[in-house]
């Protein structure tokens, strides 16, 4: 708890400017750290493995779309990672664009697409086209399917999708060897690996 006990002493005095300073330093410190505990908790990343895992599994579908965004193009199709980030994205994330900031980034990205899409196609139906289209699909998904996040259901939908990419990618690839030999490839396979532990582990646990 930060205090203000630095402010009582008279700096006039020999040494109190050094022990007020430092008496800030310590509260500063303090209320760091707060912060910082207050954070991890509201972003569930040390509520337990599973949020741990979740957030692994959220990274490792950006890491993947972005790759697919940069000269390293795949056949792979990955706009359903859209829906899988939808049903991993943990729940204060998730609350959080769901709620007034999401339905403002969604009518203004309507509203850009509307009236701007010709000045700046590359833009709206390449680069933004994957994020608008997550943003849209959280603020507009009905309430039987946002109950159905962190439920066996959507861990099946998870695993379905994560088995999908892999299958396409060895395809793609030309056999499962070629998948880690493959300087291109390995990246994707581990990319699509790890969108099966967060999903393959909250299935066990809820079985």
Not at 58 to 64: D, G, H
Not at 185 to 195: D, F, Y
Request: with cysteine.
């Amino acid at each position: 708890m930060v205090t203000n006990r630095a402010f009582a002493l008279d700096v006039s005095q020999p040494g109190a400017a050094a022990m007020a300073l430092d008496q800030d330093w310590h509260a500063l410190g303090d209320a760091i750290t707060t912060l910082g505990g207050h954070l991890a908790e509201s972003l569930q990343l040390n509520a337990s493995l599973g949020g741990f895992l979740r957030w692994l599994a959220v990274i490792a579908a950006i890491y993947l779309i972005v790759l697919d965004k940069t000269n390293w193009r795949t056949n792979l199709l990955t706009a359903i990672l859209v829906p899988y980030l939808a049903l991993q994205l943990p729940e204060p994330i998730f609350g959080y664009l769901r709620g007034g900031i999401g339905a403002w980034i969604a009518f203004i990205a309507v509203v850009i697409r509307l009236f701007f899409a010709q000045k700046f196609p590359d833009l709206i139906h390449g680069d933004l086209e994957f994020p608008v289209a997550f943003i849209l699909l959280i603020v507009t998904a009905p309430h039987l399917i946002v109950h159905a996040r962190g439920h066996l259901v959507s861990d099946i939908v998870c695993l379905i999708i994560g088995a999908y990419l892999l299958f396409e990618h060895i395809s793609h690839e030309g056999g499962f060897r070629r998948a880690f030999a493959e300087t291109n490839g390995i990246l994707h396979t581990i990319g699509i690996l790890l969108l099966f532990v967060a999903p393959a582990y909250l299935f066990f646990k809820h079985i």
